[in-house]
């Protein structure tokens, strides 16, 4: 199960009496460890625990809401502490980044798997919107590539992610998790062709 919070929405469901709401995502995986552990609010006859792990999202750029890295990382602590088992982080497009918040993870004791999250850029809106909507950085090198030659920008993210993740990979990361939002293909023919 991958427990994160979501994004905020403008609508707030009214609570039946004696009910609690999961203000952070840190709150959904210790209900989560209770669920795995067959630890219900109500007795439940027969109950017997559940074979699952669950995952985390972390932010190698730091979550729009947290002041700084530290604190964010900080966060990331406690959902692992509740008894998250990995981290998927947010996509980003710059390797040594992702690298430089392992190194802070660890250093902070988090010692879990951290696998990072790689998102094939396949449209010049993305761009924008990628930065706007998921707040990442995207590289200049990267922008610059796109916007000289836009009707090649598929074949630009392509080769982009595909480098990413062959760094990655030789660098020793547990796996590679693919944002693929409307397309599998690219993401698959990269996984082919690493193999």
């Not at 430089?100 to 924008?128: F, H, M, S, W």
């Amino acid at each position: 199960v991958l427990a994160i919070r979501g994004d905020e929405s403008n609508y707030s469901k009214v609570l039946s009496s004696g009910r609690t709401r999961n203000i952070y995502a840190s709150d959904l995986v210790k209900q989560l460890v209770d669920l795995r552990e067959a630890k219900f609010l109500d007795d439940i006859a027969n109950s017997e625990p559940i074979n699952f792990c669950i995952g985390v999202g972390g932010y190698p750029e730091k979550h729009v809401e947290a002041p700084n890295l530290k604190t964010d990382i900080a966060n990331l602590k406690k959902k692992v502490e509740a008894g998250a088992d990995y981290v998927v982080t947010q996509m980003f497009f710059d390797n040594p980044a992702f690298h430089r918040y392992v190194e802070r993870c660890r250093d902070a004791g988090i010692t879990v798997p951290i696998i990072p999250g790689i998102k094939l850029i396949d449209g010049v809106r993305q761009l924008n919107s990628l930065a706007k909507h998921f707040h990442v950085t995207i590289p200049d090198d990267l922008v610059d590539e796109i916007m000289e030659s836009p009707k090649n920008v598929k074949e630009i993210g392509r080769a982009w992610g595909k480098k990413q993740v062959e760094e990655l990979v030789n660098a020793g990361v547990p796996c590679v998790h693919f944002y693929v939002m409307n397309d599998a293909t690219p993401s698959v023919e990269i996984i082919q062709e690493l193999s």
